[in-house]
Structure formats: C-alpha cells, structure tokens
C-alpha cells in the first residue's frame, strides 16, 4: 500500500522560469490538495480536487498557478513567472470523501522550490 | 473565521519528561474535526489523530493522549515518557464537518518539540 508521492523533491530555478511538480495519490483517493508551507509556518490550502473537478481555490493561488487533475488520478501544479516569494515547501494531500470513508487527508513528502 | 492557534513555538524537554502541546481553536461551524499532524526533519506530515466535535471523548494511544474540551475550544495533546524519537515539529489543524465530509485544513503554525537524551 503506497502513500502520496510527488515529484520532484526538490526543485531549484531562476526567477522568471516556470516549473510544474506532479503529485501521485494513494489510489483510490478521490480527494486530492494541494497546499503551500513556508519557513516556521503551518501548511496553507491552496486548492482541491474531487475526482477531476477543481471544487475550490485559495486566494494564495494567484493568476500565476495553475492546477489539473486531468483523469482524476495524479494532479500537477504548475508555477508560470516564479517569483522569490514562491519559495516554499508544496505539499500534496489525499483522501476518500466522507461518504465513502474517513475522509482524513494524507500527505506527501513535500516538493520543496527555491527561487534565486 | 476560523483560526489555530499553537501559542507554543518551541519546547525541549529531557527524554522520559512528559510534556503538553496547546491548541485552542475558533469556528462557527456547529459541526467540525479536529487534527494533530507530526511533522519530523524529513518534512512529510504524518497522522496521528481525528477527532469529531460531536465526540468529546478523550482519546489514548500508546504514549500518546488527546483532551478535547469543548467548554474552553482546545484540544490538547500529551505524550508521556518522551523519547528522541519524538523530536518533530507538531500541527494542530481544523476544518468543517460537511455532512461527513471534510473541507481543506486549517493549521496552526506548529509546535516544534526537541526531546534530548
């Protein structure tokens, strides 16, 4: 039984540059979010998906940051114009919605960005 | 609006201490859940508890216990007999109960626990 998995780990670009992470779910999970850590910080909610349905977007998720879940298995986050302040540890959270389970999110090992 | 807050940013405890992480929370929501996370270096957030605002029950595992209280919008979590192992950053987290269904988390910013030998 694998957990969530996201690729890459680690991600290091120039400003300006776009980059996109990928992040696999525990299968089965028709739940997936994604959310954004800084430095000595909790987790923030970026977006979520149902299936292959976007049901919900942060205002954190500026124009700049687009998410898909095209088959609603693996979902990617893509990053156009990165800017310093795009530093960050994505983290990638799974589950099964309440009405089929415990609805409890399990999350990823992160894939963390670093602007220059 | 609904808010964490972990009013402890860091503590360190000798091993075999037993030592409380503080979480108070604020909702309107009747209905929520309630969560603690470990976040250890390697950086994943690990589960360790779901709790249900309709279950005031106070819960153990192991070394580890939760108090839920209501009344005063906390929900502690105590680990006894610390060990090295233990040492990780700590996340209480919130969010609405839908009908059984949850929305996304909303996290404190974190206790960071150092348990040294």
């Known amino acids: 039984d694998t957990g969530v998995s996201q690729d890459p780990r680690h991600k290091i670009t120039k400003r300006g540059q776009n980059v996109t992470f990928r992040c696999d779910p525990i299968?089965?999970?028709?739940?997936l979010y994604w959310y954004r850590q800084t430095l000595g910080q909790g987790p923030e909610f970026l977006t979520y998906?149902?299936?292959?349905?976007?049901?919900?977007k942060s205002r954190l998720l500026s124009d700049r940051f687009s998410a898909e879940r095209p088959k609603g298995s693996f979902s990617t986050l893509e990053i156009q114009r990165t800017e310093q302040g795009d530093s960050a540890m994505y983290l990638c959270?799974?589950?099964?919605?309440?009405?089929?389970?415990?609805?409890?999110?399990?999350f990823g090992p992160g894939t963390r960005l670093t602007v220059l | 609006a609904q808010k964490v807050t972990q009013a402890q940013t860091e503590i360190s405890v000798v091993e075999k201490e037993d030592v409380t992480l503080d979480c108070v929370y604020e909702t309107r929501d009747t209905t929520y859940y309630l969560f603690w996370y470990k976040q250890p270096p390697s950086g994943e957030l690990v589960f360790l508890i779901r709790?249900?605002?309709?279950?005031?029950q106070n819960e153990i595992s192991g070394r580890y216990s939760w108090n839920f209280q209501k009344s005063t919008s906390s929900f502690n979590f105590t680990i006894t007999a610390s060990q090295v192992v233990d040492s990780a950053v700590y996340f209480c987290a919130l969010t609405p109960n839908y009908g059984g269904s949850q929305g996304n988390l909303i996290f404190g910013k974190g206790t960071k626990l150092s348990v040294k030998p």
């Open positions: 709790r249900n605002s309709f279950d005031e």
């Open positions: 998906f149902q299936n292959e349905a976007q049901l919900e």
């Open positions: 299968s089965e999970h028709n739940r």
């Open positions: 959270a799974s589950s099964v919605d309440g009405a089929r389970g415990t609805d409890t999110q399990y």
